[in-house]
Nanobody, 124 residues
Framework: QAQLVESGGGLVQAGGSLRLSCAAS????????MGWFRQAPGKEREFVAA????????YYADSVKGRFTISRDNAKSTMYLQMNRLKPEDTAVYYC?????????????????WGQGTQVTVSS
């Protein structure tokens, strides 16, 4: 069964770090792109970062560039998001997603699979 399951969220102070994991099963890990999105209360879901199937291509939203790092371990069928120097404005529910097809992930593209989300709260 195709499934994405996030873990690793929690409460952290500003300036701290967290690492999110996304365990993939079924066909999801063979997707062209996998990525992370987030949704803060009262806001629309936004793109955070994405990585290609091979791991050779990564890209980030400007708001997290230089602070977050996306990676994947194909042997474990798991994708990660290392988040450093966290800010209160990073507080959101973080979702992992998988997308087939050549177009890159963005806030407007349609993704084929979604996880259930994990809460990240950054206190000031």
């Amino acid at each position: 069964q195709a499934q994405l399951v996030e873990s690793g969220g929690g409460l952290v102070q500003a300036g701290g770090s967290l690492r999110l994991s996304c365990a993939a099963s079924g066909r999801t890990f063979s997707a062209t792109y996998m990525g992370w999105f987030r949704q803060a209360p009262g806001k629309e879901r936004e793109f955070v970062a994405a990585i290609s199937w091979s791991g050779g291509s990564t890209y980030y939203a400007d708001s997290v560039k230089g602070r977050f790092t996306i990676s994947r371990d194909n042997a474990k069928s798991t994708m990660y998001l290392q988040m450093n120097r966290l800010k209160p404005e990073d507080t959101a529910v973080y979702y992992c997603a998988a997308k087939f097809g050549p177009s890159r992930m963005s806030s407007t593209t349609r993704n084929d699979y979604w996880g259930q989300g994990t809460q990240v709260t950054v206190s000031s």
